[in-house]
Structures are given as structure tokens and as C-alpha cells.
T-cell receptor, first 117, second 110 residues
Framework: NAGVMQNPRHLVRRRGQEARLRCSPMKGHSHVYWYRQLPEEGLKFMVYLQKENIIDESGMPKERFSAEFPKEGPSILRIQQVVRGDSAAYFC???????????????FGEGSRLTVL | QKEVEQNSGPLSVPEGAIASLNCTYSDRGSQSFFWYRQYSGKSPELIMF????GDKEDGRFTAQLNKASQYVSLLIRDSQPSDSATYLCAVRGGSYIPTFGRGTSLIVHP
């Protein structure tokens, strides 16, 4: 399966712990997006990355949240000192965003559902 | 602040009817427009994209775009119970970052 892979699918943390969410983009895609979705709400943009580069992190809280997409390995969204309000589904998506093949379509992973106790 | 507005619904239609889903956006520089479908507990999947004013048809789905009115819609003909889902409108400008609406819940009842 060459789709977007996210893990873990479900993660339970206690307040104050750290959460690490991983995302491997679709084969051939070099652009990764992270979105957060609360129940009954749409997708809220958090961060847009290319390999080794954060393009736009305007949607990400300034504190406790960080993201990376290293040269090798998956993209990681890290949440430090989690609070109950961080409980949500975190979706990763990838796209090609290159020239003629760019339709703008995002290919989503199955999401990581974080529960903070 | 770029905004994408959708009526949250639910929109309830009988099987076989036409479902009409609407979306407005605030950024006049938007260039690309997308409709995604999301089943409960699942990830969004693309149904259609449209770039130019007018209609674009794909099977039972028709996307309509009016840039002057900053309005995009999705029509689903011959609605089926399997179409019951949340439909997310997304809009993208030059930043390559799609902005999503809250979604409209569609219920197709037999």
C-alpha cells in the first residue's frame, strides 16, 4: 500500500506527557500537511512541510507543538506537556505540488486519534 | 483571515433526489476548489476539484464555481444512502495550503 501512513492510529496520554505522531507520505510526494479535527468540526491547518524545511507553521500553536520532516524517515508532529484540549484527530496529508502533476489534491492518512486523560 | 463557510446541516434528502451542497469563501485570490467526502471516523477523500468558472461533471457529481460571487457548490444526482457522509469544501490560493470549511452533513434516507 503506497498511501499515506500514519501511526499510531490511537494514542492515550495523561496530562503533561508527550505525544509523537508520525506520518509517511505517499510515494513520490515531498509535501506534508498536518491538520487537526475536533468532533463536528472541519479540518484546521497546522503546518506545511517539505523535506528538511518548514514552509508554513502559521496554524500551529507557538508553545508545546513542533513538527519536522527530516531527510530520512517520516514527518513527526510532537506535542509536549499535553492538555485535555489537545484531544483530537490529527490528520496528515501529502501532495506532489510540482508543476504539471499538481492538481492540488491532498491524500490523507487515516489519522491519529489522541486522547488526553 | 481566509474563511470557508458551509452550512453544517444536516441536509436530509430522500434516496434518488438531488442533494445540493454549498460553500462560500472569503479570499478572492483563491484559485483551486475541492470537495472532499468524509465518512464518520474515516479520513477525507477527494470527490472533485474545479478551477474555472462554470460546471464540471463527473458521474453523479457536478461541481459549480462562481468566482464573482465567491461561491462553489456540489450537486449529487440520484442520491444513495451510501452518499451519507460529511462533505468538506476546501479552497486553495497561491500558498499551496488548502483551507477547509466545517463540512455539511448529508443524510440520504431510503
Amino acid at each position: 500500500n503506497a498511501g499515506v501512513m500514519q501511526n499510531p492510529r490511537h494514542l492515550v496520554r495523561r496530562r503533561g506527557q508527550e505525544a509523537r505522531l508520525r506520518c509517511s507520505p505517499m510515494k513520490g510526494h515531498s509535501h506534508v500537511y498536518w491538520y487537526r479535527q475536533l468532533p463536528e468540526e472541519g479540518l484546521k491547518f497546522m503546518v506545511y512541510l517539505q523535506k528538511e524545511n518548514i514552509i508554513d507553521e502559521s496554524g500551529m500553536p507557538k508553545e508545546r507543538f513542533s513538527a519536522e520532516f527530516p531527510k530520512e524517515g517520516p514527518s513527526i508532529l510532537r506535542i509536549q506537556q499535553v492538555v485535555r484540549g489537545d484531544s483530537a484527530a490529527y490528520f496528515c496529508a501529502s501532495s506532489s505540488n510540482t508543476g504539471e502533476v499538481d492538481t492540488g489534491e491532498l491524500f490523507f492518512g487515516e489519522g491519529s486519534r489522541l486522547t488526553v486523560l | 483571515q481566509k474563511e470557508v463557510e458551509q452550512n453544517s446541516g444536516p441536509l436530509s434528502v430522500p434516496e434518488g433526489a438531488i442533494a445540493s451542497l454549498n460553500c462560500t469563501y472569503s479570499d478572492r485570490g483563491s484559485q483551486s476548489f475541492f470537495w472532499y467526502r468524509q465518512y464518520s471516523g474515516k479520513s477525507p477523500e477527494l470527490i472533485m476539484f474545479i478551477y474555472s468558472n462554470g460546471d464540471k461533471e463527473d458521474g453523479r457529481f457536478t461541481a459549480q464555481l462562481n468566482k464573482a460571487s465567491q461561491y462553489v457548490s456540489l450537486l449529487i444526482r440520484d442520491s444513495q444512502p451510501s452518499d451519507s457522509a460529511t462533505y468538506l469544501c476546501a479552497v486553495r490560493g497561491g500558498s499551496y495550503i488548502p483551507t477547509f470549511g466545517r463540512g455539511t452533513s448529508l443524510i440520504v434516507h431510503p
